[in-house]
């Protein structure tokens, strides 16, 4: 934009144009415009004052009116008419700040109860005071020293009395070590429990002290490799039974050991998937 004290030579009739940034107009557009231009040199000359240069200038056109050039200059605000408008407020913000009516407000509804119940809180399992070791009879108390509070389940087959007297058969004893690492339990979660004992010739039957272990210790699942070992610790239990339920416990029925100890370990394992779907931990 150029000098403010530009704008004193345009014409009071043209002023409105010239704001709206019309600069240059053709005479041809404007009928009479001759005649304004030389009443205002006259003006001049009348009053003493030099002809001076206006900021609006008239050409002739070179094609006609058709081909009209104008130059549009850009309009700036005024500081203050931007302070103006920054100090009114729309009718939508006086509406915002106007306080709500106190019978309109709403209250905020309380929080629903959860519908999902509270996990039970567990008390910690006192530790089981297990019986001195040497209050059993042997074999039994070379079991019971090595028993921890890590126990889940008895093991126990009807050759178990002879294979603790020192005169264990190593098929056996390396088919239950492949068990054992096929279930794949922590150390000292299971545990062998005689229902037999040896004399040095024949094997005694003692479910009486079989099922006294099983209270002391707490255990709550029973392997029992063989119906014959079923025999002994559940005479009531059908013939053939896969499982039973003694006193709250129950027994899980596998193969005899003197079969499983000649098969592949594979088979061996699958015979005694029972094993894994216990509920162990």
């Known amino acids: 934009m150029g000098s403010p004290s530009a704008e ?3 014409l009071e009739s043209l002023r ?4 709206n940034g019309l600069s240059f107009i053709f005479k041809d557009a404007l009928p009479g415009l001759a005649q304004i231009e030389q009443a205002v040199k006259q003006k001049s000359l009348n009053t003493g004052s030099g002809p001076q240069s206006s900021s609006l200038h008239a050409h002739v056109p070179v094609q006609g009116a058709a081909q009209t050039q104008t130059q549009v200059q850009p309009r700036q605000s005024s500081p203050q008419a931007n302070s103006n408008n920054g100090q009114q407020s729309s009718p939508v913000s006086r509406a915002a700040a106007t306080p709500m009516p106190s019978h309109l407000k709403q209250s905020t509804p309380p929080l629903k ?3 999902i ?4 809180v567990k008390e910690p399992t ?5 019986p001195d070791a040497g209050s059993w009879p042997d074999p039994w108390c070379q079991l019971a020293s090595r028993i921890t509070n890590r126990l889940q389940i008895f093991w126990t087959y009807p050759q178990l009395g002879q294979d603790l007297s ?6 056996r004893r390396k088919l239950f070590q492949s068990l054992i690492g096929y279930m794949g339990l922590p150390k000292g979660a299971i545990s062998f429990w005689p229902c037999t004992a040896w004399n040095g010739n024949v094997l005694e039957n003692r479910p009486d002290i079989f099922w006294k272990g099983v209270e002391a210790y707490g255990v709550k699942f029973v392997a029992c490799f063989g119906s014959q070992g079923l025999s002994i610790i559940a005479p009531e239990a059908p013939s053939g039974a896969s499982s039973a339920h003694v006193n709250g416990i129950q027994v899980i029925v596998l193969q005899d050991p003197d079969l499983l100890k000649v098969l592949p370990a594979d088979e061996q394992q699958l015979l005694s998937i029972a094993l894994l779907r216990l509920p162990l931990f």
Do not use: T
């Not at 020192?166 to 098929?171: C, I, L, Q």
């Open 8 to 10: 004193l030579n345009v």
């Open 113 to 115: 109860p959860s519908r």
């Open 126 to 130: 006192p530790p089981m005071c297990h």
């Open 166 to 171: 020192g005169d264990a058969d190593p098929a």
């Open 16 to 19: 409105p144009w010239y704001q």
């Open 117 to 120: 119940p509270p996990r039970p």
